[in-house]
């Protein structure tokens, strides 16, 4: 049964603060525990806040008995969506957490995760991170389900208003009326394209699975009476969990009270995605056996000896810029240094924000300590530049503090290409690296100098053979095959649910795969 709260999270701080400044954002953080014996609510409540940077729109954690799984989900942060009293009503020795950013169906509280589905014998929850690009197919098989004999009309009328790629395989999961739940998921996994590494669960058993490609991270881990399996090692540390192994590509695994199997239902064929380095992933966690602060840190290093710059003070743009500053520093000799405080409280809020406040812009985020900065030379480095507006900013309110020199450094090589696998990137045509080269870049955004560490440099610092990397974003190699582009994008399914018959543009991703560029990107205020 799901649940849901009539307090609501809007959320308008994060975009709506300035609309023109949408960083990246991940599609979700997963977690899923069994450990008879343990507060499994608790576990994953924990799991999915240590999780929270992947996903801030909605959270939701589902726990079973043994007898029935009871879902609980809303809008807003983890901690907004859960108290003690709703952990405390959640018992059970199975359980999965799921933190959402949207990157295929609309923000809202029908498209929140877990889903939840009743099957013949019982029910299944399940949470997904990463997108699918088969979306339009799996909707065909869906369509073409036969109904569950018995099946309660209130569950079939409320579960058909989600417009996500989730509900799909949640559905197609939940069909399996002459197999195993366990083998009707080894049918079905090989006929999803894209990006997933799902947690799912019936009563009685726990399972996980990575798409072939393994573009999104999955980890396993072991608690002294149990298992976890996460989106990353940082959620496993959080709770107390070993760290055992990656899930590997095309790998599922299945825990039960006989204890953990696992089989093959595809051939590994790994790209990683090379973004999780870069911005996505905590900087305490590992991938690939790289922890990620040091991979942040070699990157600074390799861009101060390929981009050296004569300055007083190396700062960064924080939280996600640190690490490679710190290696800057370190390689160039230049002293680091704090020069801008952040607001770490600013992700989410219920109020929106003035016609005042929001022309402040990036100062609700981030303030400049005039004392450090003034008459300084930095060198200031940042993790990516997307459209270009932040930077932007930054660069005017540092010369506004009295920063005499401003020379920006990118932890990442430009951002040309939209990603179809989890990110929410901006469409082709907004991304400032496609319409302009480096030099017109530098100018659109005022610095003194600006430089990207190379494609070769970044692949270089994760030590992970570049074939095994999805380099998509910045070199438009897409490893897996995309649809016709009407067929992409966030909100296809609720364009299909209104237009059935017509193909639509949706999200410009006609335009944006085409390109047109940010040609205007000089112009811009």
């Known amino acids: 049964m799901a649940s849901h709260s009539a307090r609501r999270g809007d959320g308008l701080l994060s975009h709506?603060?300035?609309?023109?400044?949408?960083?990246?954002?991940?599609?979700?953080?997963?977690?899923?525990?069994?450990a008879p014996g343990e507060d499994v609510a608790k576990l994953a409540y924990y799991g999915i806040y240590a999780l929270q940077h992947r996903g801030q729109e909605s959270a939701g954690i589902a726990v079973s008995n043994g007898r029935q799984i009871l879902v609980y989900k809303d809008?807003?942060?983890?901690?907004?969506?859960?108290?003690?009293?709703?952990?405390?009503?959640?018992?059970?020795?199975?359980?999965?957490?799921?933190?959402?950013?949207?990157?295929?169906?609309?923000?809202?509280?029908h498209n929140a995760?877990?889903?939840?589905?009743?099957?013949?014998?019982?029910?299944?929850?399940?949470?997904?991170?990463?997108?699918?690009?088969?979306?339009?197919?799996?909707?065909?098989?869906?369509?073409?389900?036969?109904?569950?004999p018995g099946e309660l009309e209130i569950h079939a009328r409320n579960l058909e208003t989600s417009t996500n790629d989730t509900s799909l395989v949640t559905a197609l999961l939940a069909h399996h009326p002459d197999c195993s739940l366990e083998d009707r998921a080894a049918e079905l996994l090989p006929q999803l394209k894209g990006a997933y590494s799902f947690v799912w669960m019936d009563e009685g058993t726990l399972y996980a699975a990575r798409d072939p490609q393994g573009i999104r991270p999955l980890v396993l881990g072991r608690l002294e009476r149990g298992w976890v399996v996460a989106?990353?090692?940082?959620?496993?540390?959080?709770?107390?969990?070993?760290?055992i192994r990656e899930i590997e590509p095309g790998e599922m695994v299945a825990v039960d009270e006989d204890g953990l199997r696992t089989r093959r239902f595809a051939e590994a064929a790994p790209k990683g995605c090379l973004f999780e380095f870069v911005y996505l992933a905590r900087p305490d966690t590992l991938i690939s056996n790289q922890r990620v602060h040091s991979v942040r840190v070699e990157i600074g290093r390799k861009l101060a000896r390929s981009f050296p710059a004569d300055a007083d003070l190396v700062i960064p743009v924080p939280e996600s810029?640190?690490?490679?500053?710190?290696?800057?520093?370190?390689?160039?000799?230049?002293?680091?240094?704090?020069?801008?405080?952040?607001?770490?409280?600013?992700?989410?809020?219920?109020?929106?924000?003035?016609?005042?406040?929001?022309?402040?812009?990036?100062?609700?985020?981030?303030?400049?300590?005039?004392d450090v900065i003034e008459g300084k030379r930095l060198?200031?480095?940042?993790?990516?530049?997307?459209?270009?507006?932040?930077?932007?900013?930054?660069?005017?309110?540092?010369?506004?503090?009295?920063?005499?020199?401003?020379h920006v450094r990118i932890s990442s090589p430009p951002v040309k290409w939209p990603c179809f696998y989890g990110i929410d990137f901006a469409t082709r045509a907004e991304l400032i690296a496609n319409g302009l080269g480096v030099e017109e870049i530098r100018a659109s955004i005022d610095a003194d100098s600006l430089a990207y560490i190379s494609l070769e440099e970044l692949v270089e610092a994760t030590t992970v053979p570049s074939d095994?990397?999805?380099?998509?974003?910045?070199?438009?190699?897409?490893?897996?095959?995309?649809?016709?582009?009407?067929?992409?994008?966030?909100?296809?399914?609720?364009?299909?649910?209104?237009?059935?018959?017509?193909?639509l543009d949706v999200d410009g991703l006609a335009a944006s795969l085409a390109g047109g560029g940010a040609g205007d990107a000089l112009e811009r205020p």
């Open 468 to 503: 095994n990397l999805c380099r998509a974003c910045f070199d438009g190699v897409y490893p897996i095959a995309l649809p016709e582009p009407e067929f992409l994008g966030k909100h296809f399914l609720e364009a299909e649910a209104l237009v059935p018959d017509r193909a």
């Open 321 to 370: 810029g640190t690490p490679s500053a710190i290696g800057f520093a370190e390689e160039s000799g230049i002293p680091y240094g704090v020069g801008l405080v952040k607001n770490s409280y600013v992700g989410r809020t219920f109020i929106q924000p003035s016609q005042t406040i929001r022309q402040l812009g990036i100062r609700l985020k981030l303030n400049p300590l005039r």
């Open 379 to 406: 060198v200031v480095v940042d993790d990516s530049i997307v459209r270009g507006n932040t930077q932007r900013a930054l660069v005017r309110m540092l010369r506004e503090a009295g920063a005499r020199e401003v």
């Open 16 to 34: 709506d603060l300035d609309p023109q400044d949408r960083g990246p954002q991940d599609a979700c953080g997963v977690f899923g525990v069994w």
């Open 231 to 243: 989106s990353e090692t940082a959620a496993l540390d959080i709770v107390g969990a070993s760290y």
């Open 75 to 109: 809008m807003g942060l983890v901690s907004q969506v859960f108290d003690e009293s709703t952990l405390e009503s959640l018992k059970g020795h199975i359980a999965l957490g799921h933190a959402r950013y949207s990157t295929t169906g609309a923000s809202t509280w």
């Open 113 to 148: 995760q877990p889903t939840f589905r009743p099957t013949p014998d019982g029910s299944i929850a399940l949470g997904h991170n990463g997108n699918l690009t088969n979306t339009r197919e799996l909707k065909k098989m869906v369509d073409e389900l036969p109904g569950i």
